[in-house]
């Protein structure tokens, strides 16, 4: 039997402002980020329930972003993108996430810096995650 493929929720444009960089500069002031989240899980269930426990409650899961995007105090994007998808595989249902992490502005002449992290569950020895 092959590869099972998981479905897909997105969750694109997320505009939020903290304090992220290793300047002077970056770390008075709060800068605007933009978050792209792709939350990888088993949707046949809920597609055949129609039961918001059956699937990943996106709205809880942005409220969750947003709280720790707006309090967090990082050095590096990298770290933030790593935040983000710590808290999205936080809910039980997601298996692996995807951030888009942008950071307009960050370089002259450029629209913007982006990096793009993909994460799952960590299983460990005796089938835990």
Known sequence: MGERR????HIRGLLLRCIVGIRDWER?????????ITLFADLR???QSDQIEDTVDYVAVKKRVVAVVEDSSFFLIERLAERIAETC?????VEQVRVRLEKPGALRFARTVCIDIVRGR???PGGGA
Do not use: C, F, M, Y
């Open 89 to 93: 595989l936080e809910h039980p249902r």
């Open 122 to 124: 960590v299983v460990r």
């Open 28 to 36: 008075r002031d709060r800068q605007t980020v933009k978050i792209s």
């Open 45 to 47: 269930t809920p597609g």
């Open 6 to 9: 998981l479905d897909q929720i």
